[in-house]
C-alpha cells in the first residue's frame, strides 16, 4: 500500500513539473519581450525546472531505496521466522 503511495506522488510532482513547464512556455510566447529578454526568462525557468526536476529524482530514489530496505528486511525477518518454525516442527 505504502509502495502505491509513493508511486502516486511521484507520478503527481512529474504531472505537477511538466504543467509548470507548459504554463512556462506559453507565458513567455504571449508575454511582449525582447528576444534577449525571452531567452534570459527560458534559461532561468530551464535552470528552475532542472533544480526541480533533479529534487524530484532524489526524493523519489530515496522513497524507493527506503521501501526497498523495508521490504527485504521483512523478508528477512519471515524467512528467519519460517526456519524457526520449521526446525520447531521437525524437532517435535
Known amino acids: 500500500m505504502e509502495q502505491r503511495n509513493d508511486f502516486a506522488l511521484g507520478a503527481l510532482l512529474l504531472g505537477m513539473l511538466i504543467g509548470l513547464v507548459i504554463g512556462a512556455g506559453a507565458t ?12 534570459l526568462d527560458i534559461r532561468r525557468a530551464a535552470s528552475d525546472v532542472r533544480s526541480k526536476a533533479e529534487d524530484t529524482y ?9 521501501t526497498a530496505d ?4 521483512k523478508a528477512e525477518e519471515t524467512a528467519s521466522d519460517v526456519k524457526k ?3 520447531s516442527e521437525f524437532e517435535s
Do not use: F, N, T
Open 28 to 39: 513567455l510566447m504571449i508575454s511582449p519581450k525582447s528576444g534577449e529578454e525571452i531567452r
Open 58 to 66: 532524489s526524493d523519489v530514489r530515496h522513497k524507493a531505496e527506503q
Open 70 to 73: 523495508d521490504m527485504r528486511q
Open 85 to 87: 518454525r520449521a526446525r
